[in-house]
């Protein structure tokens, strides 16, 4: 039984949530800490045992193939004046993944990106798909998660998570049967109006798709905001075979929009070996040192 070896990365987007920051810049490499965020996301796919990456990107985009290729003016620099230690840094990041950029050349939605991706990764019985937006935090990578489920299932997965009803019409959500955390998906609602959600069970941005996935996205047409969604095509699997959802452990944390962003940067900066020190001595030096009483 083959190992899945490849991760699709949707990251074609304008970023428009995270304007002005990302005019120039793609919303994928605004630094979370000492890293893009993109990065995190490689990171868990890496952690989850994959070693390729399909990174389906906008015109324009060209830096966030450039993250992961090496820069030899860069590495010489580095050389020169012996900073070894961020010389292997960088070359690290280089050996986390090898990567193949696809370009979408229009922003038609999430479905479209990651069937333009199918060619790259034609062959494969199983790959993985992550949306960079969220970061996540928790023992067992959440890639990792769903590729245990994979194994045991052998039919597509989704990350599903509990939401409260203010929250659910901004995802895709499952009607599933079972009892977790592991169940079986009976049917798909991309962002549901008011009252039409078919349970508090959200998709999160992480996947494990199958051809039959590809297959139905190639005769999904638009839908929810008039956009090719992922969810259509996952919920077209369903005539094929099994849709199975995983109630993950741990937490993702949003970064795709400036709000969520902040929140981030509040969570992850007090425990980073670097910059952890630095922000509590900003805090406590602000007069703000610990939660409000
Ligand atoms: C996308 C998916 C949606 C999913 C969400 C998770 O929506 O289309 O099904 O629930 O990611 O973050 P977007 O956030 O791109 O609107």
Redo the contacts with the bound molecule.
């Keep these: 039984m083959a190992a899945i070896e490849t991760v699709i990365i949707p990251a074609g987007g304008l970023g428009t949530r995270f304007l002005p920051a990302t005019k120039a810049i793609p919303k994928e490499l605004i630094p979370v800490g000492d890293r893009p965020a993109l990065q995190f996301g490689v990171e868990e796919a890496r952690a989850s045992g994959i070693r390729r990456t399909v990174l389906v990107t906008g015109p324009g985009k060209e830096a966030l193939g450039a993250h992961f290729a090496p820069d030899p003016r860069l590495e010489s620099a580095l050389d020169a004046r012996g900073q070894a230690a961020l010389l292997e840094e960088l070359r690290a990041i280089d050996r986390l993944t090898e990567l193949q950029v696809v370009v979408q050349p229009e922003p038609l939605g999430?479905g479209d990106a990651v069937r333009r991706a199918a060619g790259a990764v034609a062959g494969e019985a199983a790959v993985c798909g992550l949306?960079p937006?969220?970061l996540f935090v928790g023992a067992i990578p959440l890639l990792r998660q769903l590729i245990l489920a994979y194994e045991r299932h052998r039919c597509p997965v989704v990350a599903l998570r509990r939401c409260p009803p203010s929250e659910i019409g901004?995802?895709?959500v499952a009607a599933v049967s079972g009892s977790g955390p592991i169940f079986r998906v009976t049917d798909l609602v991309?962002?549901p109006g008011p009252g039409e959600a078919p349970s508090d069970l959200?998709?999160?941005?992480r996947y494990v798709l199958t051809p039959a996935v590809f297959a139905a996205l190639e005769r999904t047409a638009p839908g929810a905001l008039g956009e090719v969604?992922?969810?259509d095509g996952i919920r077209g699997a369903l005539e094929e075979g099994p849709v199975v959802g995983v109630e993950y452990s741990g937490r993702l944390l949003d970064v795709?929009t400036l709000e969520g962003w902040v929140r981030t940067l509040v969570e992850l900066l007090p425990d980073h070996p670097r910059l952890g020190p630095v922000w509590r001595a900003a805090l406590a030096a602000h007069g703000r040192s610990g939660p409000a009483a």
């Excluded at 959200?202 to 941005?205: E, I, K, L, R, Y």
């Design positions: 999430l949306l937006d969220d901004r995802y895709g991309e962002k959200a998709v999160m941005g969604q992922l969810t795709g």
